[in-house]
């Protein structure tokens, strides 16, 4: 338990791809990685605001969300979020009005790139105890929700990269 390797392209891209499994239950296993993705989240060396349970080999549908605050390299500021834990996530409401939006993920450490997605979410989802919670997101955690939650399913930012001529190398 503790820091695991992240997961990354080309190296582990089947297993990046893979749809992760519901959890059923909320297991001793299913314990070990949400320890395992919040050590593994708060010692990445770049700076990270989400993972999910594939990007460290596990395939559930576990994610976990958390920022201590930083600033981006374009000088932009990721402001604190607090540590949510989300079991089973799901969209169940998107906005019409999309923004575009530069990521990256820990798991494609060589590129950045501008991605469209719908401004706002609503999630629902399971805490680390099973109690539902629902989350009205906007602005930035709406885009790291929805970030997080392709990875469930095998999706990653560079899919959905429209404007190739965003792409740049870090
Ligand atoms: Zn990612």
């Not at 990046?16 to 059923?24: H, P």
């Not at 996530?89 to 469209?116: A, R």
């Not at 629902?134 to 885009?143: E, H, K, P, Q, V």
């Given at each position: 338990?503790?820091?695991?390797?992240?997961l990354t392209i080309p190296t582990d891209e089947i297993?990046?791809?893979?749809?992760?499994?519901?959890?059923?239950?909320?297991?001793?296993?299913?314990?070990?990685?949400?320890?395992?993705?919040?050590?593994?989240?708060?010692?990445?060396?770049?700076?990270?605001?989400?993972?999910?349970?594939?990007?460290?080999?596990?395939?559930?549908?576990?994610?976990?969300?958390?920022?201590?605050?930083?600033?981006?390299?374009?000088?932009?500021?990721?402001?604190?979020?607090?540590?949510?834990?989300?079991?089973?996530?799901?969209?169940?409401?998107?906005?019409?009005?999309?923004?575009?939006?530069?990521?990256?993920?820990?798991?494609?450490?060589?590129?950045?790139?501008?991605?469209?997605?719908?401004?706002?979410?609503?999630?629902?989802?399971?805490?680390?105890?099973?109690?539902?919670?629902?989350?009205?997101?906007?602005?930035?955690?709406?885009?790291?929700?929805?970030?997080?939650?392709?990875?469930?399913?095998?999706?990653?930012?560079?899919?959905?990269?429209?404007?190739?001529?965003?792409?740049?190398?870090?």
């Amino acid at each position: 338990m503790g820091k695991l390797r992240i997961l990354t392209i080309p190296t582990d891209e089947i297993n990046l791809r893979k749809r992760s499994k519901e959890v059923t239950e909320i297991t001793p296993e299913a314990k070990a990685v949400i320890a395992d993705l919040i050590d593994t989240l708060k010692s990445s060396e770049r700076p990270g605001v989400g993972l999910a349970a594939p990007q460290i080999g596990h395939n559930l549908r576990i994610v976990i969300i958390e920022s201590e605050g930083y600033e981006r390299d374009k000088g932009e500021i990721v402001d604190r979020i607090p540590r949510k834990i989300l079991i089973n996530p799901k969209i169940t409401k998107f906005s019409k009005e999309k923004v575009v939006i530069e990521e990256g993920c820990l798991s494609v450490p060589t590129i950045m790139g501008n991605v469209k997605r719908p401004k706002k979410v609503k999630v629902e989802a399971q805490d680390e105890k099973g109690k539902k919670i629902c989350i009205n997101a906007s602005g930035f955690l709406a885009r790291v929700l929805q970030h997080e939650i392709d990875h469930l399913d095998g999706i990653l930012f560079i899919d959905l990269i429209e404007d190739k001529k965003s792409i740049r190398e870090i």
